[in-house]
């Protein structure tokens, strides 16, 4: 049985300050560090997990283009993937032509039980990966999954966060499972950190490329990617005239809550 | 045949959900401008809850079939799928929900056509379409061009005459559905809250953060916020650390709000808060860190403890 993972190096583009735009109106990338998309990495962990139950679970990293800050499939290592594998290609790719290598990805694998990623809309991600995947694969999809709660033989009991409320799905495998956020430590998603020991043994193991040519070779291309940026404007942003209040002094605080009181906001 | 858009009713415990009732009333002027027929599309469901949401439309197709009254990703894109074949409309317009990506990504991808989430203007050029999109916490907006057939969109956008719910005399056209049994997901069990408030009419919100810590703070905020007469909110941490039902979620992923007044306790002001609440009149916030994000987006900036502050501003509008 096998789990792979699709992983991804993201832009760290959370409070920045100041022109996000350059001269010509493009976003600065190259400033910004690049992070470890933080529900791929939550994804990561659940896969992780089905191994650390039933160690007849293997779990690979996948990932798509070169590394430019980050290794994110090297960080996999670290925390215990079995296999990584970087899919190489040239030029830009849209999330449609990444998901297609995926799929090819996926089936090139040995017996893949499901696939696991997040579910971050990051800049420039138009889509949902793990949707674009699923029907690339013809895939049950289970999105916003935020626990497997048992695994049941060839099916796994996913719990799922849907508008107002929770939702017990039962996936038969293979499925694509894209999961969700995970913002308190004990979240059942809450990844795990590097292994120093893992570290030491995998800082040099060669990640194998597959290049993206190969994997479609002998099938009709997809055609031109239907998705393009033709630009980036600036929004203005609201100013908020403020004042610091010491909440320790009663006094500041009554004043505060007599302007309010005039602006009609407090009776 | 005209070109067509269709808009995807999706349906909730209490009927067709507002956000599709709000998609509609984005789409219909779009549709009159460009002379294209605008019906929607729901699937399973009785005809009966429908009627309910429908103002606007044309028609109604309505796919009806066995597995199909729960929501499965694949069984509803294959449903869709079926009921296009290669006749696809040009442009397909989803509420922003989970179900509402799922499909306009599951249906760009078996057509290989354009698709955005989150998009908050649409217009048409040449063969395809310009939509755009806020990103970077809301500082910049990207214009896409989608291209294929359907262009899929997700929005939370809406008319200018805003969403429109009530009965309607909208033809709906029963469409027997057959294949969602290819989908053997199943749903086991469902906890679905009706949302019980709106906070979009509320005129003051306390809202609750992650900071509140214990049940004493919490009881202390909620103390406060009857004395201000006004609802209680909460960001995300404070709905999953269990303070809060997530009708009251404040955010991306739950109500976008404009109150005269806004109450932030214990909320760091992560941007994921921030699109739910920025618009607000006047922004109080209470943290203990000086350099809380939330800082710099309040008029009063309250430093320091919830457990010490609370109580005081209970005293002062009790005194
Ligand atoms: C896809 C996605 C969607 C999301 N959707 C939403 C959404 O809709 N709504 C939402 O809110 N979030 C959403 N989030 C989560 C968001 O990113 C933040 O994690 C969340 O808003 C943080 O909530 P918080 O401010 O309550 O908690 P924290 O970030 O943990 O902040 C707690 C704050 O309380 C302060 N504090 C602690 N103790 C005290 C004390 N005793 N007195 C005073 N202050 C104290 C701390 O200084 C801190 O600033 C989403 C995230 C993602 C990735």
Known sequence: MHAAVWVREIWDTRDLVGEILDGSGRPKWNEWEGRFDPEDLNALEMALQLKDADSAWKVTGLSVGPVRKLDVLR??????????????????????????????????????????????????????????LARRLGWPLVSYVEAIEAQEGDKLRLRRAVEGGIQVVEAPLPAVISVGVALLKEDPRAPRSAKAKLKLKHKKTPIPEWHARDLVAGENQVGLPPVEILGYRPLEQREFPSQRINGVEVSELKRMLSELREKGLVR | ????????????????????????????????????????????????????????????????????????????????????????????????TTQGEDLASWIGAAYHAGVLLGARSIKREGEGYVASRVEFEGKVEVDYLLKGRPVCITTEGQG????????????????????????????????????????????????????????????????????????????????????????????????????????????????????????????????????????????????????????????????
């Open chain 2, 160 to 319: 200018p005459e805003g969403p429109s719910l009530g009965s309607t005399d909208v033809e709906v056209v029963a469409i027997p559905t057959a294949g969602a049994a290819e989908d053997a997901t199943r749903i086991i069990h469902s906890d679905l809250v009706k949302r019980t408030v709106n906070l979009k009419d509320a005129k003051v919100i306390v809202a609750v953060g992650a900071g509140v810590g214990d049940e004493g703070t919490f009881q202390k905020v909620r103390e406060l916020a009857d004395l201000l007469k006004g609802e209680l909110g909460a960001t995300r941490a404070a709905v999953d650390a269990g303070w809060l039902s997530h009708d009251r979620q404040i955010g991306q992923t739950g109500a976008k709000v404009r109150p005269d007044l806004y109450v932030a306790c214990g909320i760091s002001g992560a941007a994921q808060h921030r699109v739910g609440m920025i618009e607000s009149g006047t922004i109080v916030s209470i943290n203990i860190d000086p350099n809380a994000p939330i800082f710099r987006y309040s008029h009063y900036c309250i430093e320091g403890d919830l457990r010490e502050v609370v109580p005081k501003l209970i005293d002062l509008l009790k005194g």
């Open chain 2, 1 to 96: 045949m005209a070109g067509r858009i269709w808009v995807y009713l999706e349906r909730g415990p209490g009927g067709i959900l507002e956000e599709s009732a709000a998609a509609v009333s984005f789409a219909a002027p779009a549709a009159q401008r460009w002379g294209l027929s605008l019906e929607g599309v729901c699937i399973g469901g009785s005809a009966f809850q429908i009627a309910d949401a429908a103002l606007g439309l044309e028609r109604v197709l309505h796919l009806q079939g066995e597995g199909l009254e729960d929501f499965r990703a694949k069984a509803y894109g294959n449903a869709m799928e079926a009921l296009m074949g290669d006749d696809p409309p040009e442009l397909i317009v989803f509420p922003s």
């Open chain 1, 75 to 132: 960080e996999c290592l670290y925390r215990g993937v079995d296999y990584a594998v970087r899919i190489s290609h040239e030029g830009q790719a849209s999330l449609h032509q990444e998901a297609l290598w995926m799929a090819k990805a996926v089936n090139q694998l040995e017996d893949v039980r499901v696939v696991l990623t997040g579910i971050q809309i990051n800049e420039g991600d138009y889509a949902q990966k793990g949707a674009l």
